[in-house]
């Protein structure tokens, strides 16, 4: 089957940019991007392309080759359904708050919806592809919902979960290490899958395209991010032994990493890792062991998250004894709220249960970000903590020129431009005595002790 015209429901993190790819790499085909949400819409039409919705590196470049040629926003949601061929449905799919597997099973009311109203529009044939990161067998769930609310149509239902990394999201779609698309082994199901193969095709090697049943694809996403996250918490947990012993983490990492059979990715250490996707997937990956009766397996993976929360709190537990032994003005700066440098995305950010622990702790918080702005903080504190004071929180957009106001500076994220201040300057203008803690252990500490600073970092002594 030719596709001409694909719909994606959904313009957030996954969306805007993958469907920005595909109409680049297919200028034959039409591609809309819908949502609900008018203002998100506006702001991807926008002349501006300096402040698209999204950040990604290389992004606004794509949009802007595309956007008006066959890539286009739209808020009319039922005319591309109608319209389509193929559609994307990417969504957000949060950890359910209410009813069964709280806290622990993803929430697919929006994928759901978007299933009612695919069902509810639809007069044509149609490819229905999961995009967002679903729960094994969520596929299942889907055609439910189409044939009980559409049986005149023929759907079928692809699963295509995405792999990107925010801050280098562009270069994962551009250069992928995989593609993976499940579908029924059905004959109907095979040409759907080749539909959706001919698509990334167009740019992306045969070879790195791999098709799988629908409930192993499902599967494969929840795993990838768990097996990432599991790294970042094994690093993390030896970074406290290595304070505790005299070690130095990044020592210790680099000669982990050199063993060919182990690699250094993901073995940075850092104050916890953070965004949509590690937590989310792996307390998903977590409900459906316990719901199977694995509880073993379960508290296996649960434990990633519990390694995590604990360098979390260690980290601001740390400052807030340095605050109070030292008698140290009750007011911070903290540099980086999202949760990963190149990116506006701070869903699940380190930098949020920090500046929470603070300010529990009746410190004062001054935050600077890049790509972050001040509604994002106070959202993402209000949504922690119902008695989020605002008044304790200020958000700065020169750190350096107000730096006299501080004591202690906390780097949160890993910026580029955090690595290029002039600290010495910093230093000589900064409140006595100054202490820096190093979440991310991107600065040079051997030279910042030299400067005068006293240097916390993870996994030092």
Known sequence: MKINNICCIGAGYVGGPTMSIIAQKNPDIKVNVVDMNADKISAWNSKDLDNLPVYEPGLSKVVKEARGRNLF???????????????FISV????????????????????????????????????????????????????????????????????????????????????PDRVLIGGDKTKQGKKAIESLVKIYSSWVPKENILTTNLWSS??????????????????????ELCEETGADIEEVSKAIGMDS?????????????????????ILNLVYIARSSGLV?????????????????????????????????????????????????????????????????????????????????????????????????????????????????????????EFKEYDWQYIYSKIKKPAYIFDGRNILNFEKIKKIGFNYIGIGRK
């Open 73 to 87: 926003f739209s808020d009319d949601v039922n005319k591309h359904i109608y319209d389509a061929e193929m559609i």
């Open 92 to 175: 957000n799919t949060p950890t359910k708050i209410s009813g069964e597997g709280k806290g622990y099973a993803a929430d697919l009311k929006y994928v759901e919806a978007c299933a009612k109203q695919i069902a509810e529009v639809s007069k044509t044939d149609k490819i229905i592809v999961e995009k967002s990161t679903v729960p094994v067998r969520t596929s299942e769930k889907i055609k439910q919902i189409l044939r009980l609310n559409n049986s005149d149509v023929d759907f079928q239902i692809l699963s295509n979960p995405e792999f990107l990394a925010e801050g280098t999201a562009m270069r994962d779609l551009e250069i």
């Open 218 to 239: 499902e599967l494969s996403k929840l795993t990838a991010n768990a097996f990432l996250a599991q790294r970042i918490s094994s690093i993390n947990s030896l970074s």
């Open 296 to 416: 073993k397996v379960a508290d296996y993976w649960e434990q990633i998250l519990l390694i995590n929360k604990h360098q979390r709190d260690r980290f601001s537990n740390k400052i807030v004894e340095c605050v109070k032994n030292n008698d140290l003005h009750q007011n911070i700066l903290l540099l980086g709220w999202a949760f990963k440098k190149d990116t506006n995305d701070s869903r699940e950010s380190a930098a949020i249960y920090v500046a929470n622990n603070l300010l529990n702790n009746k410190i004062r918080i001054d935050i600077y970000d890049p790509k972050v702005n001040k509604d994002q903080v106070d959202f993402d504190l209000s949504y922690l903590n119902e008695n989020y004071d605002k008044s304790m929180v200020k958000f700065i957009e020169d750190p350096v020129s107000n730096i006299f106001n501080y004591n202690l500076i906390a780097i949160m994220t890993e910026w580029d």
């Open 261 to 281: 059979r182990i690699g250094s990715s993901f073995l940075k250490t850092s104050v916890g890792f953070g965004g949509s996707c590690f937590q989310k997937d």
